[in-house]
């Protein structure tokens, strides 16, 4: 969680004190605390959403050790392939948490994109998609 810090010095670097009134000074050290708070909550929803699309990986054989190397961490691995399951299943089953994720992104994206802050466009749509599950061909005898 990020922890709450004293205003910045760099105001006082960039603009003599003298000309920024306090207050000013307050609502901008509180504008920061609160970007840096949506910027850490819009980041770990991407991050659950971008694990949620790996669950074709889950098919793989290994992909726990893999994960477990790039993440650096066995418990990290174990909770990207509970989030990956979770993105395979039909999104009344899943849990709310991919939902509120997608809900957060997008949110985010908005109202920076409203407060032109973002210009671009997202460029992207999720959809949870379930692929019912093949069977081999048999032969039926007569």
């Not at 990956?84 to 939902?99: E, I, N, S, T």
């Not at 093949?134 to 005898?141: A, I, M, N, V």
Request: proline share 8%; net charge negative; hydrophobic share 40%.
């Amino acid at each position: 969680m990020t922890e709450v810090k004293e205003p910045p010095e760099a105001l006082a670097e960039t603009v003599p004190q003298a000309q920024i009134p306090a207050s000013l000074a307050k609502e901008r050290w509180e504008h920061a605390q609160l970007r840096a708070l949506e910027d850490e909550i819009y980041l770990e929803s991407m991050g659950m959403l971008r694990d949620a699309l790996r669950f074709p990986e889950l098919s793989e054989q290994g992909h726990l050790e893999r994960w477990s190397e790039e993440l650096g961490s066995d418990d990290l691995a174990l909770r990207r392939r509970a989030i990956a399951a979770a993105g395979q299943m039909p999104a009344k089953d899943a849990p709310v948490a991919l939902q509120l994720a997608k809900s957060v992104v997008v949110a985010v994206h908005k109202g920076r994109k409203d407060a032109g802050l973002d210009a671009q466009p997202l460029g992207i749509q999720v959809q949870i998609v379930v692929v019912p599950p093949t069977y081999p061909k048999q032969r039926l005898s007569e």
